[in-house]
T-cell receptor, first 113, second 111 residues
């Protein structure tokens, strides 16, 4: 079946550097993509989303890039801080907001002081 | 956590017991969802409800039941038929838009 996956299960980054978390998706019909952040023992927190008619979207210190040609999604975090330590999930969904969301297994981001 | 509360935070169940996990939201959202999270895996959909008095099975509904008698509440019962219930359970809700907002989760452990 269709699935969303991640290239790297863990990522270690020096504090202050930029982080890039990657995600591959397999359903070319997916229209909407989301990044969530989950801290230990807590529920996922929405970070940023992007629709398939866009290539890039920026938020506060975060940027999501979508490459539909190779079905690749990435989350860039600028000037990584200790508070960014968490597991990051990508997710995909069809066009309708009522469509089921498919979640990836997550990448753990750890910050080196 | 966006106005979504889950209780209890930790729950212990003996084998053969049914337990009910609470999910309440004050966001006036129509749609609500229950997910199960296991270590190293993505979230898996158990049940969802698009509107009061209506709900549908997700991918792993066996051994679970839900009700949606009120817009604010979507309780999940883990029955004795669920053979491996130890997991982290997450409730989410959505308005008419795209984004699902999650509660803080309930960690269920079978003794």
């Amino acid at each position: 079946g269709e699935s969303v996956g991640l290239h790297l299960p863990t990522l270690s980054v020096q504090e202050g550097d930029n982080s890039i978390i990657n995600c591959a998706y397999s359903n070319s019909a997916s229209d909407y993509f989301i990044w969530y952040k989950q801290e230990s023992g807590k529920g996922p927190q929405f970070i940023i989303d992007i629709r398939s008619n866009m290539d890039k979207r920026q938020g506060q210190r975060v940027t999501v890039l979508l490459n539909k040609t190779v079905k690749h999604l990435s989350l860039q975090i600028a000037a990584t801080q200790p508070g960014d330590s968490a597991v990051y999930f990508c997710a995909e969904r069809g066009y309708s907001s009522a469509s089921k969301i498919i979640f990836g297994s997550g990448t753990r981001l750890s910050i080196r002081p | 956590d966006g106005g979504i509360t889950q209780s209890p935070k930790y729950l212990f169940r003996k084998e053969g017991q049914n337990v009910t996990l609470s999910c309440e939201q004050n966001l006036n959202h129509d749609a609500m969802y229950w997910y199960r999270q296991d270590p190293g895996q993505g979230l898996r959909l158990i049940y969802y409800s698009q509107i009061v008095n209506d709900f549908q099975k997700g991918d792993i509904a066996e051994g679970y039941s839900v009700s949606r008698e009120k817009k604010e509440s979507f309780p999940l019962t883990v029955t004795s038929a669920q053979k491996n219930p130890t997991a982290f359970y997450l409730c989410a809700s959505r308005s008419g838009g795209d984004t699902q907002y999650f509660g803080p989760g309930t960690r269920l452990t079978v003794l």
